[in-house]
């Protein structure tokens, strides 16, 4: 099998480590070689935090090359507006439609960008969704990551069952059902996003 391509962006805090951890074990479970690497900026300010999932039968590298991605998840619209150039041609790129004020922006400095999604949209295959808003109606904000796992997983060629085990393997014991919970819900808005 070719090596496949994934990229997650996010703002610190987002649960892109955890997600990344995710993916890596979905891969390892279908018996893939696996890279992943994990590159913060300020994270605990707020910043940018970008993760590279790669496997396939033999991967050498880590990092994603720019214009090799063949999923970027971007957990914020302007981390997806400043990191689509690593996305393939024919990539698919799912938005979580957050906006989080970089630090530029929340001192005067700079401006946020207006229309990130349209202006992503005329050159992409964008997936769109308010996964905030979507955690919000299971009873839990901060699994809204696990839902975009779940749209993303539409996109993927694993078993929903063996997502699943996955995330019971791999989040907290104390949040398996509510983890559960957002993956089933993403994985619904999936077919549909």
Same mark, same amino acid.
């Given at each position: 099998m070719e090596t496949k391509n994934i990229m997650i962006v996010g703002v610190g805090g987002q649960g892109t480590l955890l997600t990344s951890r995710i993916l890596g074990g979905i891969t390892r479970k279908a018996g893939y070689d696996v890279k992943v690497s994990e590159v913060h900026g300020m994270a605990q300010r707020g910043g940018s935090v970008v993760t590279f999932v790669r496997y396939g039968d033999k991967v050498y590298e880590p990092i994603v090359e720019e214009?090799?991605?063949?999923?970027?998840?971007?957990?914020?619209?302007?981390?997806?507006?400043?990191?689509v150039h690593f996305l393939k041609q024919d990539g698919v790129l799912i938005v979580n439609d957050q906006r989080i004020d970089p630090m530029p922006v929340v001192i005067g400095a700079a401006s946020y960008p207006e229309n990130i999604l349209e202006t992503l949209s005329r050159d992409h295959k964008v997936i769109s969704v308010d996964a905030l808003g979507e955690a919000k109606k299971i009873g839990n904000s901060r699994t809204f990551n696990v839902i975009i796992l779940g749209i993303a997983a539409r996109h993927m060629d694993f078993s929903k069952e063996d997502w699943l085990a996955v995330i019971e393997e791999t989040v907290?014991? =104390?949040?398996?059902?509510?983890? =559960? =919970?957002a993956f089933e819900a993403g994985y619904s808005l999936g077919g549909i996003a």
């Open positions: 214009g090799q991605a063949d999923l970027l998840i971007a957990f914020e619209r302007l981390e997806a507006l400043r990191y907290p014991p =104390k949040t398996i059902e509510i983890n =559960k =919970k």
